[in-house]
Structure formats: structure tokens, C-alpha cells
């Protein structure tokens, strides 16, 4: 159904202003630590100084002693207390055959630590500076070990062990393709181009660090968690797990979240430990992360090194890529961790083009340093960066304009739906036209000028290109939706995916006025309690293809019921009623009930729909991304002067919302090519990056004016709302986007195939190296 002309400017399509904001810019909003409870205790967690060592003793007792302080739990205990390891890299296996392994995850260490920053002990008083200061006074007594936080020094034969059931310290591998194909692809190829190529590993730094509120009810003893997560259901469920209480003992309830960006997907260590202690000391416990508790103990993301090889022929057609990767997985491998780079990168390694033939050997090592985990795109930008790096040198190689190169590989629309080399079915796609939209926006041809302009005022000037797809989903493509029409008039609609500043609220609000047709304040989108319903969350760009497509099918089928008691109301047959305006009328009469007149006359006063449905399959979103950059030859530094995108989101349901998910992400990719690396030492393993001081994000003064446009003509298969996820697009093109500017204006400037070898980020320095030998 169409909103009606009445309600049709707060439907989809429509740029609504967000109906979240009002609360947030107000100072209003609802995130963890702005909740207490009566007789609430404060905990933190004393960290590990060590990348490997074996915990000699612990000593609380000077702690213990100094005023406020409430308890020291250690793993030791909680170990005794039946509390279990998080679950592990399960489904995987590595080249042996055997299943993957990694050490136990306990929610404090145990005889061991294995990274700079594992909690160790966790200290609870009444107030937050006394858990601080007593944190001070626990001795630990520690026996140093040899650690390896750097992924090739852990693949050497003799590297300290991580893990004692993985000596070569290899988590998981996997190979995909036809390995003796593409040998013979590249025997007969007339080019072969070769990079080595490394994808940092990054920190996430969601502007609200973890939070966690837990108490227990003494009458019933449930416990409830409130906390910022992007995955209430996924967590409850982690936590009963490790807690061996059943499910529905728990209850996780989500406010706002202060970003995510894939950082709070899962159950952490530190959320068993508070759960436990709200439990062991019958009180509640509030946990709030420092920053440095982010930098050292949240997952991390990226860290892959990389070997990656097209195989083309006279002409510039690929014939093959092959591929070579060692992920760094960190010391405790998670099975996201895993499947990020050893499956989901993979599944759109070769993009938008047309390539025969693959050989994938990707490996997950285990290191002495935090973590990796999902972050924005998780697998998706190290592959695609891979690609594009490759496509531009190839470009090189053979003469050929950048876009010249990718036209002659791009895939045709009449090979859809397309099955890729790793089996994955593109249902949609219109790439060269995606290319020439995204070209003539960034002036391709008017590129000569601005170079001329550029070089008199001492600068020299390079444009990128990146054309690219992603997959979106979070292989989850079940959703349940509740909806509640009340008397006093409201729609409320609980939905288990989570807002995380993402505006899915009010995407969600104008796909109900489509369907509801009444004002847009008449809609309560309602999410993040898992006594009200339970779900995937929100995850790989899911949230609007997958929920916001049950959203649509929920409402649906709450009109076809209200349709059916309408009838009994009006002594008609249902088939002669027609629904517009937020009423039932009898068709060619005057005769009609309102939808909340109707309600009123319910049981209950309301009339409830429960709704569980399903999209067919993943989205692929894909774009068309061209950077133009300025670099100060004496001191190397990098200005990104122009940034143009041409999106396929499929349709679109609030034009400011997808512009800002997609301008975001792309800064969030400038962070990762120009500035963002963690750093831990090599021989020690201490984290040279522990605060922002020492770890550059992205400035606004970093970013141009952008220039960005999409393409609503190429709807999605797969769902019957026709979208396409976006939250994750802007960040996967405009990495290597930018990187491929850089590049070429080293290039121009005579650098040769030094410039082929630049790694991020894509610092003054580094630059300036490249440039001057």
C-alpha cells in the first residue's frame, strides 16, 4: 500500500528529519551510564602489563582493606564458581583438518594472560574512584613469557606458542577455488601483476565506550543487563552460556547505543564479570569502559597481510586471481573473527568483475595481542581493497585509463543473476552504468584542468577510482516483528534489530506510515529488550533490508487482521472494505471505522499482530567511488580535495539518512588510508597506541564537500522492499578509492613503481619517503 497524499511527505522516500534527534541533541538520550539503581556498587578491571606471562599470585588484601571497597574477584574464582569459557572459533578447521582451535576465553584470566590489556582482576567499591584506587593496591606477581604479536613472526618455527594445541600458533585456514586452473591461467597470461599489501589493524573508538548495569532480582532471580550492545538476543544468549543459567533467566535491555560499528556485536569479558558480580554480591554492579579499556580490551578490527596476484591477458581481460593472506586474529580467535576473514572477505573478493578462475589461501594466526572482530565492513574492505590496488596497477602495467581497465571486466547486466567464483549470487546489478554515473559526477574528463591548477600552485594532484560491490546481511534473514494498535492512538512496533545512531527508527516509522497511513507521530518504534522479543540485532548493513522489510510485512498483515474485525464491525464482507487514511470504509459508502476506534473495541483495547518473517538471500549493494587528492611534495602531506560517489542502494526510504551512513563511512575509510594504525611493540608487545593521543582518527577538516548521488532504478530481488544495505558501502570504496589517488599522484610525479609499494596509512612521512627515495 501507498501513504496517502495526506501522510505521503513522511513515507518512504522522503528526507523526514530523524525522529531520534529531538531526545539526543537535547541532551535527553537514555545510554547506560545515565542509569543508576539504589545500593549500586562500581567496578573496573585491573589489566594485564604483560603480552604472555603465567600468573605467579594474586594479593587483594591491600585492596581490600582501603575504605569503599567492596570485593576483588579473580579468575580463579569465578572459575570455581562454575563460570565457563566464551565460546570459541567453532566451525572452522585448520590445514590439517583438524578442528580450529584457540586458548580458553575466561572472562578474567586464568594462570595466564596472553595480550597487553586482559583483565586480570576486577575490583568493585561503592563508588567508581574508590574501584580505581584500589586497583592501585592488587599485587600481582607475574612470570614473564616469551610473546609474538607480529603475523609472519608467529608463523616462524620457532615463535612462542600462543596456544599449546596450535604449535605452528595457525587458528583456521581455508582454501577456495580451483588452484590447478589458475595456475594455468597465469602460465598463459600475457601480464601477471603482484603486490604485497597490508590492511592495518584498527580500533573502532565508538564515541560511548562499553557500558554495563547489571542487578538481580532477589525475588525471582532473574538477572538483567543493561547494556550497549547492537546484539541484545546474541549477548543473552552468550551470557546464559557462560553463566549455565537458562535463557530466559536473563534479560538484556538496550537504550541508546553510542555507535557501534560492528565493536558491540558480541558478549565480552568484562560482561560475564559484572554479571557474576551482581550476582556473588546480591547488589547491583555498573561497569563504564575509560578509553583506554577500549584501546587495550575491545576487539580490534582488519590486520591482514596479504599477497595478491592478477593474471590477465593482451587485451585486459583477468583471466585469474590469486590470493595469499595471514590474518591476525589476536590471542583469543572469536568465530566471527574467523569467518570475517576467512569467508565473508572472500565472498566479494572478485567484485564487480568478471573473473574465471580463483585461488584463495587464506590463514587466521593467533598472536599475544587483543582480539580482531567485526568492524565496519568486516571483510569486505580488506578484500575490496585488495582488488582495487590490484585494478590500478594493472592499469599501469597495460597503458590503460584506470576506468578503461574495469570497463573491459565488469560484469553485464544480462549475466544476472550472476553466481560468482566463491558461489555467491548476485540477484542485481548494473555496474558499467553505476560507472559512468559515478565518472561523469567526479568530472573524469575535466581532470587535465584541475591538474594544470594544481601544479602552478605547487601541488601535485592524483585521482582514484573505486568500483566495487559488497554483501550485506549478516547471514541472518529472519526477523520478528510485534505490532500493537492502541485505543489512545499510537502504533507501537517492537523490533529486535538496534538503533546505534544509524536513524533506524525513523526509517522504520516511514515504512509503517506507508502501510498505516497516519501521521508520523502516531508511530513508537520500540527496540533493545529482549523480554519483548528476540532477534540477530543489527549487524552486517541488515538492519534495513532484513528488519525494516519484517516491519513492512508486519504491518501488512496487522491491516489484513484490523480488515477482517472491521468487517464484523460494519456487518460487511471484508473484500468490500477499503483501508486509506488510518480507515476502514465500505466501498461507494460513507459507512466507515477508524483503525483506533477499532482497537478500542479489542480486548485489551489493542489489536496485536506477532509477526516472524524472512528476506530471500543477502543484498549487494555497490558503488562507484572517485577521490581527488593534493600532496605537498617537500613535507608529504595529503589533502583530499574532491570525493564523488554514485551508490546502487536500491530504493531508498530517507535520502539523508543513506547520504549521511554513506558520507560517514567514506571518512571512516580516510581514517584507515591516511591516518588509523594500532601499534604494539614487536619484541615486547606493549600497545604503542593506547590513547588518542597516540592514535590519529579522522579530523572533519580531513574530509572535502562530498559529491554524492544514488541509483533508486536497480531494486534488490531479494526483499519485497527492494533495498539494499548502506551502512557499511562508503567505508569499504573510499579506502582504496583514496589510496589509488595517492598513488597516482606519486606516479605522476615520476615515483614510478615505487609508488606501487605505499602501505597504510598513507602518513607525511610515508609519503614523503616514497617521494624522495
Not at 471484508?574 to 488510518?582: F, H, P, R, T, V
Amino acid at each position: 500500500m501507498d501513504a496517502s497524499p495526506s501522510y505521503g511527505r513522511f513515507g518512504s522516500g522522503h528526507a523526514v528529519r530523524r525522529i531520534e534527534d529531538r531526545t539526543l541533541v537535547a541532551g535527553r538520550g537514555a545510554f547506560v551510564d545515565d542509569f543508576s539503581l539504589a545500593d549500586q556498587a562500581h567496578l573496573c578491571f585491573l589489566r594485564s602489563p604483560h603480552a604472555h606471562a603465567r600468573i605467579v599470585s594474586i594479593d587483594a588484601s591491600a585492596a581490600l582493606a582501603l575504605p569503599g571497597v567492596v570485593a576483588v574477584l579473580t579468575g580463579d574464582e569465578l572459575r570455581h564458581a562454575g563460570v565457563r569459557p566464551l565460546a570459541g572459533p567453532a566451525g572452522f578447521r585448520r590445514p590439517d583438518g583438524s578442528p580450529a582451535v584457540a586458548p580458553p576465553r575466561r572472562a578474567l584470566a586464568c594462570d595466564r594472560v596472553r595480550f597487553v590489556g586482559e583483565a586480570v582482576a576486577a575490583i568493585v567499591a561503592e563508588s567508581r574512584a574508590a574501584a580505581i584506587d584500589a586497583r592501585d593496591a592488587v599485587v600481582v606477581d607475574y612470570e614473564d613469557l616469551p610473546a609474538v604479536v607480529d603475523v609472519d613472526d608467529a608463523l616462524a618455527p620457532a615463535a612462542p606458542r600462543v596456544c599449546e594445541d596450535a604449535p605452528d600458533n595457525l587458528c583456521a585456514a581455508l582454501r577456495h577455488g580451483d588452484a590447478a586452473a589458475a595456475d594455468a591461467a597465469f602460465a598463459r597470461a600475457a601480464h601477471v601483476v603482484s603486490l604485497d599489501l597490508v590492511n592495518q589493524r584498527l580500533a573502532p573508538s565508538a564515541l560511548e565506550p562499553r557500558a554495563v548495569l547489571a542487578h538481580e532480582d532477589r525475588a525471582s532471580g532473574r538477572l538483567t543487563l543493561r547494556m550497549s550492545t547492537q546484539m541484545p538476543s546474541g549477548t543473552r544468549d552468550a551470557l546464559a552460556d557462560a553463566l549455565g543459567r537458562p535463557k530466559e533467566s536473563l534479560r538484556v535491555v538496550v537504550g541508546d547505543v553510542g555507535g557501534g560499528f560492528g565493536m558491540k556485536t558480541g558478549l565480552y569479558p568484562e560482561d560475564v564479570a559484572v554479571a557474576f558480580a551482581a550476582r556473588h554480591l546480591g547488589r547491583p554492579v555498573k561497569w563504564c569502559a575509560e578509553r583506554s579499556d577500549e584501546f587495550l580490551g575491545a576487539t580490534h578490527g582488519r590486520d591482514v597481510r596479504s599477497r595478491a596476484e592478477l593474471a590477465l591477458d593482451a587485451d585486459g581481460r583477468i583471466l585469474a586471481l590469486r590470493i595469499r593472506s595471514r590474518a591476525n586474529v589476536g590471542a583469543y580467535a572469536t568465530s566471527t573473527g574467523v569467518a570475517i576473514q576467512l569467508l565473508i572477505g572472500p565472498w566479494v573478493q572478485t567484485s564487480v568483475y568478471d573473473i574465471p578462475a580463483i585461488d584463495f589461501d587464506f590463514r587466521a594466526v593467533l598472536t599475544h595481542t587483543t582480539t580482531t572482530g567485526a568492524y565496519r565492513g568486516a571483510g569486505r574492505p580488506e578484500a575490496i581493497y585488495l582488488t582495487e590496488r590490484l585494478m590500478d596497477a594493472a592499469a599501469r602495467r597495460l597503458g590503460l585509463d584506470q576506468a578503461e581497465l574495469r570497463r573491459r571486466n565488469l560484469i553485464r547486466p544480462e549475466q544476472m543473476p550472476y553466481r560468482n567464483p566463491m558461489g555467491q549470487t548476485y540477484d542485481s546489478g548494473r555496474f558499467e552504468s553505476i560507472m559512468d554515473q559515478g565518472l561523469a559526477l567526479a568530472d573524469w574528463q575535466g581532470f587535465d584542468t584541475r591538474l594544470t591548477e594544481s601544479k602552478a600552485r605547487g601541488r601535485l594532484r592524483g585521482r582514484g577510482l573505486a568500483t566495487f560491490l559488497e554483501w550485506t546481511g549478516g547471514n541472518a534473514f529472519e526477523e520478528r516483528v510485534t505490532v500493537d494498535v492502541a485505543a489512545d492512538g499510537v502504533i507501537e512496533i517492537f523490533t529486535a534489530t538496534q538503533a546505534m545512531g544509524q536513524g533506524i527508527a525513523t526509517s522504520y516509522a516511514q515504512l509503517a506510515v506507508d502501510v498505516f497511513q497516519v501521521p508520523l507521530e502516531r508511530i513508537r518504534i520500540v527496540q533493545g529488550d529482549t523480554d519483548r522479543g528476540t532477534g540477530f540485532g543489527s549487524a552486517g548493513s541488515r538492519s534495513l533490508f532484513t528488519g525494516g522489510s519484517a516491519v513492512r510485512v508486519a504491518s501488512e498483515r496487522t491491516i489484513r487482521q484490523a480488515q477482517d474485525l472491521a468487517a464484523d464491525a460494519l456487518e460487511a464482507p471484508a473484500a468490500d472494505l477499503e483501508y486509506a487514511d488510518g480507515a476502514f470504509r465500505i466501498a461507494g459508502t460513507d459507512r466507515a471505522i477508524g483503525l483506533f476506534e477499532l482497537a478500542d473495541r479489542q480486548p485489551g483495547q489493542r489489536i496485536r499482530i506477532d509477526s516472524t518473517s524472512a528476506v530471500e538471500g543477502p543484498s549487494w549493494p555497490n558503488g562507484c567511488h572517485v577521490c581527488e587528492v593534493e600532496v605537498d611534495s617537500e613535507t608529504g602531506s595529503v589533502q583530499v580535495v574532491a570525493y564523488s560517489s554514485m551508490n546502487d542502494v536500491g530504493r531508498v526510504v530517507n535520502p539523508d539518512i543513506v547520504r549521511g551512513q554513506l558520507d560517514g563511512g567514506a571518512v571512516q575509510g580516510f581514517g584507515q588510508a591516511l591516518c588509523e594504525a594500532v601499534g604494539y611493540e614487536r619484541d615486547g608487545g606493549q600497545l604503542l597506541s593506547a590513547s588518542f593521543l597516540d592514535y590519529a582518527l579522522p579530523r572533519a577538516d580531513l574530509a572535502p564537500r562530498f559529491r554524492t548521488a544514488t541509483d533508486t532504478l536497480i531494486p534488490c530481488r531479494t526483499n519485497p522492499l527492494g533495498v539494499k544495505g548502506v551502512g557499511e558501502l562508503g567505508t569499504i570504496g573510499a579506502t582504496p578509492c583514496v589510496v589509488n589517488a595517492v598513488v597516482d599522484a606519486l606516479w605522476r610525479a615520476g615515483v614510478g613503481e615505487r609508488a606501487l609499494s605505499l602501505q597504510m596509512p598513507l602518513t607525511a612521512e610515508r609519503v614523503w619517503r616514497v617521494l624522495h627515495r
